[in-house]
């Protein structure tokens, strides 16, 4: 018998319906955690997420790797990070549920991860980051804290070490919304740590912060975990510094001239957007560039920034910047050149992300790389492309002691229905109708995750096909 965690070695490894046939229940992912349920004989009994079957006992290894989901939140962003020692960071999470279409975002994913693939009964993030203070990006950190929607949560309880953020906050002045003065072409009301957070939600307070942010903030203070501004200055997230190895959590923005004090880019969107936290996680050879929604203002003064150094930005993993919108400096996608970009863009809004020229632009500044004439990289992901909807046709309706065939009222041109449509990030729901005939039905959505794992050296890039439960993946080699 045994009950030891072990991880696949190999791209793939079918986790087998049984010890000697060749049905598959799931194909497994390399660095996929396996919990051996039984060690006899050449296949393991073991569970996987969420599944039980068996492991061929050569495909399994004690090797964890750095593993980085870019979670399908439709508009927004949502990337958990599980270092090789076990510790896991979440980095944004989509609008909330109640302004999804899908009502999912990035803490359902966190919650499954937990649940399901780990067994665990609570969620533990070692620490838990707003790139920066604008609804696609914190609503669904919010759900893992919000009392209100923990009930939509299979676990218990969540514990959070620190959470992050980049000072740039959503006031109120007078009434009305906005990030604060600019002076001299600084941006000077920057929120701190725990006892700025505190004073900012004090009523009565002239500088107070607003809306849904505020109640945001709130749930964060309410978990007492640290809370801290952080720029270039800071160097490295606390706890993740470079040593023996180990993953590290370069912060690179945004830059920080004079202390207290960030560019003024321009209009509030400008500002907040452009003032993302701008992150590069290390990992042997590796690097991963997570870019926020950076904007060209703010690429531009990065650049200025880190002249004689801009290979600092050069990574083998871009995570595409602001949803692949086009307010993007080409001379900045140069410097990444990354091997691989990932684009976080949603399907139901209407911003028409990703744009064409920067799926192109990405394509051109990444990194080429061309073996026995196949094209090895650059890469370009996108959870849109990667997401799809499986759709039935309305056949026949079964209404209990109604007294009528079940295939009467599906063809009956004159029966119709009602439905609500949430676009993303919108609270009211837009009615409508339509003819019952004819209609289809969403019979399941199929997410669009990019699973990105590496050893420190190689690198491989996976999106499911959920039709046979296996992997469609590329793999190449850190060029650092």
């Not at 079957?53 to 004690?62: C, H, I, K, M, N």
């Not at 911003?351 to 026995?372: E, F, K, W, Y």
């Not at 959870?383 to 309305?394: D, F, H, P, Q, W």
Request: aromatic share 8%; net charge negative; glycine share 10%.
């Amino acid at each position: 018998m045994s009950d030891e965690i072990l991880y696949v070695g190999e791209d793939t490894t079918p986790l087998y319906a049984s010890k000697t046939e060749s049905k598959k229940v799931f194909e497994l992912l390399w660095g996929d955690r396996v919990r051996v349920l039984s060690n006899v004989g050449t296949r393991w009994r073991a569970k996987a997420r969420g599944f039980e079957g068996y492991v061929e006992r050569d495909a399994l290894t004690e090797t964890s790797l750095l593993e980085i989901y870019f979670i399908d939140v439709g508009q927004g962003d949502g990337v958990l990070i599980r270092f090789p020692d076990g510790r896991h960071l979440l980095i944004d999470g989509g609008y909330n549920r109640a302004k999804q279409q899908t009502g999912k975002n990035a803490a359902d994913f966190v919650d499954w991860k937990f649940f399901k693939d780990y067994e665990l009964p609570r969620i533990t993030l070692d620490a838990m980051i707003s790139s920066h203070c604008d609804a696609d990006h914190y609503g669904g950190l919010w759900d893992l804290l919000n009392k209100d929607a923990k009930d939509e949560l299979d676990t218990t309880d969540i514990e959070i070490g620190a959470f992050y953020h980049a000072g740039v906050s959503w006031w109120k002045d007078n009434g009305k919304r906005g990030i604060g003065p600019e002076e001299n072409g600084f941006l000077t009301r920057l929120l701190e740590g725990k006892t700025s957070l505190r004073e900012a939600l004090r009523e009565g307070e002239t500088e107070r912060l607003q809306g849904e942010w505020a109640e945001f903030l709130r749930c964060v203070l309410a978990e007492d975990c640290s809370i801290k501004r952080v720029s270039d200055r800071t160097e490295y997230i606390p706890g993740f510094e470079a040593a023996n190895g180990k993953a590290s959590l370069r912060v690179l923005g945004p830059v920080e001239p004079e202390r207290g004090m960030l560019h003024d880019l321009g209009g509030d969107s400008q500002n907040t957007n452009g003032n993302s936290i701008v992150l590069r996680v290390d990992y042997g050879r590796t690097r991963t560039l997570l870019t926020g929604d950076l904007n060209r203002k703010s690429q531009r003064r990065l650049l200025e920034a880190y002249t004689g150094r801009r290979s600092e930005f050069a990574c083998d993993v871009a995570k595409g910047c602001h949803h692949g919108s086009d307010d993007v400096s080409y001379e900045f996608l140069s410097a990444m050149s990354p091997g691989a970009t990932i684009i976080s863009s949603g399907d139901s809004e209407s911003h028409a992300h990703p744009r064409p020229s920067i799926v192109a632009a990405s394509a051109l500044t990444g990194h080429a790389r061309i073996d026995n004439d196949s094209l090895v990289t650059p890469l370009i992901y996108s959870t849109e492309i990667s997401r799809s909807a499986r759709l039935g046709k309305i056949t026949h309706l079964a209404i209990p002691g109604v007294g009528l065939e079940n295939d009467q009222l599906a063809g009956d041109a004159q029966a119709r229905i009602h439905y609500e449509e949430t676009s993303a990030g919108s609270l009211k729901a837009k009615k409508g109708d339509r003819q019952l005939a004819g209609s289809y039905v969403v019979a399941g959505m199929v997410y669009g995750l990019v699973n990105v794992r590496t050893d420190g050296e190689r690198i491989l890039c996976a999106t499911l096909n959920e039709k046979n439960r296996s992997w469609d993946y590329q793999a190449f080699m850190s060029r650092f």
